[in-house]
DNA sequence: AAATGCATGTAAGACGTTACATGATTTT
DNA sequence: AAAATCATGTAACGTCTTACATGCATTT
């Protein structure tokens, strides 16, 4: 038997929370972990079908009106299956592919100011990542534990890289200034942001 | 011209950084931008070969005794290239894959005790990683700028995280204690953490 | 003499996104 | 009538990792 790859586990952690049809898996998935964990139609479609070869899920056709519809849950395998990962020990892969880190990382090749453009470039699509959880967070209500507490640290690291992205800003705008006033001196005025 | 792709970002950035070969490259990548942007052996050197195709850089054979070398250099377009990028405006691309968050989010399936153990493994996997650049952290005299913010806001988010799973567990076993007190009295001893 | 580090590379496969295509149902 | 949503799927391509293979140079 071969082990659950990557997507197949979302897909069958998912459909153990309720999901039914490729396309439900589909929403979920954007709805809830697709900032740690994303899931595309080019993906779940086959895996579906992976999925159920390996005996793991069961799909029975269930149209609604003429509008073709499968209907997945899981079998005993694939309850055991899901299990067994979750209770798997050894470390969690961890990957993380932050185009703006690494331009920040390279930013002493350019001049201060794109180092300061790309800062608040990360700034922003941090914080657009923000409004999204927190337009989540207002049915915290009806989640599960789990679901709180991705949703809580998630909230917490995206707030965390905004506020270190202001910092950084500032403390960069200051020494420009700092070394200005050193040489001669002129004004200059602040910019406000949005949020 | 075809666009850079991901990985020729980063051998472009490191090449003007100062790496020689895909062996330093390779190095380099592994101590400084891997949390972040890593690269592997079989993506480097093909890649080496399709910029230097495209002529973005420039290799010259320079053996060390009987052992091959090849040091590569931008040219003038690769440098162009290079800041390109740095400059371009847009969002900047993030991806997270974190294996820990997804068991977390689909703890309700399991026991409470799966999920603490879950919590447990994502804080050791972080507080490695934190050591780790505590280790580079020490020279950071020697570093420019971008590399310095790269690794304070790294270390920054690494911390935040082993915090908030110390916080969440916490948070958990008091839950469970509480319940327990709530039906009938018994004793339970607490753990302690390394670190 | 052995181990570690320097240096280069490839092949196979795993994994993933994007873009496209199709069509029914429901809402506006 | 149009737009949005539900629902399924595929083909092409891009990207990346793993595992393997090779061999010289330096350090222990």
């Not at 998912?14 to 139609?41: C, E, H, P």
């Not at 920040?104 to 990542?129: C, E, K, V, W, Y």
Request: negative net charge.
């Amino acid at each position: 038997m071969p082990p659950l790859t990557p997507t197949g586990r979302v897909i069958l952690g998912m459909i153990a929370l309720g999901s039914q049809t490729g396309y439900d898996i589909k929403q979920l998935v954007d709805k809830s972990t697709r900032n740690f964990w994303a899931a595309s139609y080019g993906q779940i479609y086959p895996e579906l079908r992976r999925l159920e070869e390996q005996g793991l899920i069961e799909g029975q056709s269930d149209p609604r009106g003429g509008r073709a519809r499968t209907v997945y849950e899981l079998t005993a395998a694939g309850q055991a299956a899901l299990s067994g990962w979750l209770d798997a020990t050894g470390d969690p892969s961890f990957e993380v592919r932050d185009e703006g880190m690494l331009k920040l990382f390279f930013s002493d090749i350019g001049t201060p100011d794109q180092r300061i453009r790309n800062l608040r470039a990360m700034r922003h699509s941090h914080q657009n990542t923000v409004a999204q959880l927190e337009q989540l967070d207002v049915n915290a209500d009806h989640m599960g534990t789990g679901p709180k507490l991705t949703l809580e640290l998630g909230l917490g690291l995206h707030r965390a890289i905004v506020e270190w992205c202001d910092a950084a800003v500032q403390r960069l705008l200051e020494e420009k200034n700092d070394h200005r006033d050193a040489n001669q001196h002129r004004d200059a005025s602040q910019h406000s942001d949005d949020d």
